[in-house]
């Protein structure tokens, strides 16, 4: 077995050594991942820029402590997400809870839209007015469970992948995710339900 | 049989039901009851495709022109920027 490559691909040794080139190979393949994280946690295009600019500037420096347990692109999310995090708490210090109190589903709100409105034409679903609407649904989360939701739902990671970039149990990543998912579905229902009122309209 | 006050109780699986992921054991108690019960099947449906549009939307979404001519610049690997 060759120990020298990473999870996806890289020389370990030369990252090691702080080689430029290994190193740009590693940006080029991650860049969009990373902005793409960014601007989904803070729905800023300048600030998105500064983090993604912010967490390579981190591995560069980092890499000499990455022992290649995980890979390379988990171990960038995790420098990400803690860059996205902290940049939230210190523009929004009342927003970000202390206490984590999302560890079982006893909170769960019973749903409160049930109007049937995935019969929808996908023109409807997809507009960029729905675009808008749908973004800003995500903004509204609470950071915590906004990162497991990016992280799970719409950069695709694994369960446990989530919960190792975030550090957290695979029942918290999974508890969390649940109410993120429930809080959304609740605006999307409450949002296309106006339209499916509409339609129905005479 | 399952009674409307089985929706509450069931809640807290629907996600991991969505994902697939639950026992068959769990999974087949939660289509039994969705087959008698429209507001959970409604709750499901709406689940599911709330989790599909946000996966329908990040495949759209573009990198803005110059993000990565501005990083590898910021990281002073300019020379080594991917034609």
């Known amino acids: ?50 983090i993604l600019q912010e967490t390579f500037i981190k591995a560069y420096r980092k890499f000499h402590n990455f022992d290649g347990r995980s890979s390379v692109s988990t171990w960038l999310y995790r420098i990400a997400t803690n860059e996205a995090l902290m940049f939230l708490r210190r523009q929004h210090p009342e927003l970000t809870p202390i206490d984590d109190t999302y560890e079982n589903d006893e909170g769960l709100e019973k749903p409160a839209h049930i109007v049937d409105w995935c019969c929808l034409p996908e023109e409807e679903l997809m507009s ?39 550090n957290l ?30 339609e129905s309209k005479p | 049989m399952m009674s409307h006050e089985d929706c509450r109780y069931l809640l807290g699986s629907l996600s ?48 803005p022109e110059g993000v990565k001519e501005r990083l590898f610049r910021s990281l002073e690997l300019d020379d080594l920027l991917p034609k």
Do not use: W
Not at chain 2, 30 to 59: F, G, M, N, Q
């Open chain 1, 128 to 166: 960029a007015e729905a675009q808008a609407y749908l973004d800003e649904a995500v903004e509204s989360l609470p950071p915590n469970l906004r990162v497991v939701f990016i992280l799970r739902d719409i950069q695709g990671l694994s369960t446990r992948e989530t919960a190792e970039v975030l």
């Open chain 2, 16 to 63: 991991e039901f969505v994902d697939g992921s639950l026992e068959i054991d769990v999974c087949a108690e939660i289509e039994r009851h969705l087959a008698e019960c429209d507001d959970c099947r409604i709750v499901v449906d709406s689940l599911k495709k709330t989790i599909y549009l946000y996966h329908a939307s990040a495949e759209q979404a573009s990198i």
């Open chain 1, 1 to 50: 077995m060759d120990n020298s490559k990473t999870r996806d691909g890289f020389s370990l040794a030369a990252l090691h050594a702080g080689d430029r080139a290994e190193f740009a190979r590693v940006v080029d393949t991650y860049y969009e991942m990373v902005y793409r994280l960014a601007i989904r946690m803070l729905s800023n295009p300048q600030d998105a820029e500064d």
């Open chain 1, 169 to 198: 149990t695979e029942m918290a990543v999974k508890t969390r995710l649940s109410r993120a998912r429930f809080k959304l579905r609740e605006l999307l229902s409450k949002y296309y339900g106006e339209k499916v009122a509409e």
